[in-house]
């Protein structure tokens, strides 16, 4: 679809970290692109957007989701996925490959993107580390680049064998993309299915320590840094993890890592007043009250560098059992920017230019993606969020075809109201 509209944004707070921008000033669209920021006002033949008294951002980044396309599309599809992503405010997301087939060949790499060319928003593939996420034998990682893939990982794993890591680590480098590690001793997770604290003892749920994911990033960093090439950690959850990679940073290992929503802002005690609701299950699972604290101090002092929601959409049938043998996995595109924006803005653990380095900027740049700034010439993804808005979530108004939300119910201020990809306006509630 031609996309010829000039469009300007006016009155909003422009938050554009990437460009050190933050003030109020206008954002001028032409077709597909940013035209400019701020300069002489000229409204002339242009369809103005009122963002007065809103916050205008570049599109957010999601680096960590799962769409269940092909496999699973009761749960999710690119579509709909793409659709959940809009309506979060979110523009850009990245795939991960555990789907079924997995995505570890480039005929699979060219499926997720011929599935997203309808989608909302722009969706790229990350590609399986290991032929059939096995862990076994690399995956034909040239091809899968040239194919498109913007990353590595294999995702709802780790990858335990420490040869085969260093040689995937090794070859992305080579390739120029990175790898996305999911870190996890699966001998100390040994099946667990909550942290392991006061309310797994009390229950009696089989539990996985925090050191079960800083082991393993432990190692990871120390052979990225033996290699001397960079590495993304993904969803950490534990205070020992912050501690291992607050270390690497120190001395000069190329690491990056991501946090989700809901690890930093639900602790294991919400678990057991919820009756143990399967919506909480997710791995790595929901930690203690100091876990979140020492992500919240990561956060705010840059030892994590993005937040991603690890969106992992499961139809209600497959949660609907007991804790123990619920499937892992939580839903958050749809609540990511509102909970950010309500938990930590709002609380004074970050500042709103933080957030949206840690939800546009950051994971633009760690997977090297053409999003994450208003810069004049980049395509015109924008997000305009009302910092004011108070609402409930409500799954049942979900655009994901899943309902695995822990925050059903919540009440947030602040969401998005319009969103844009590449100057469309593809989400709009703010009845104009
Ligand atoms: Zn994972």
Redesign the pocket.
Known sequence: MPRETKYVVKGGRVIDPANGIDRITEVYIDGQIIERVGGKKNFQGRQIIDATGMLVFPGLVDIHTHLREPGNEDAETIDSGANAAIRGGVTTICCMPNTNPPVDSASDVRYIYDRAQEAPCWVYPIAAISKGLKGEELSEMGDLAYAGAVAFSD??RPVSNSQLLRNALAYADMLGLKLTL?CEDLQLTNEGSMHEGTVSGLSGIPAIPGISEAVMITRDLLIAEFLGVPVHI??VSAKESVHSIRAAKARGVSVTAEATPHHLILDDEKILDSGFDTNFKV?PPIRSREDIEALREALADGTIDAIAT?HAPHSPHTKDKDFINAPFGIIGLETSASLIYSELVRKKVIDEVRMVELMSANPAKIFDLPAGALTQGAFADITIFDPEKKWTVDANQFASLSRNTPFAGWELTGKPVLTMVAGEIVYNETGE
């Open positions: 995702d709802g999911h993904c969803h791995n690890d």
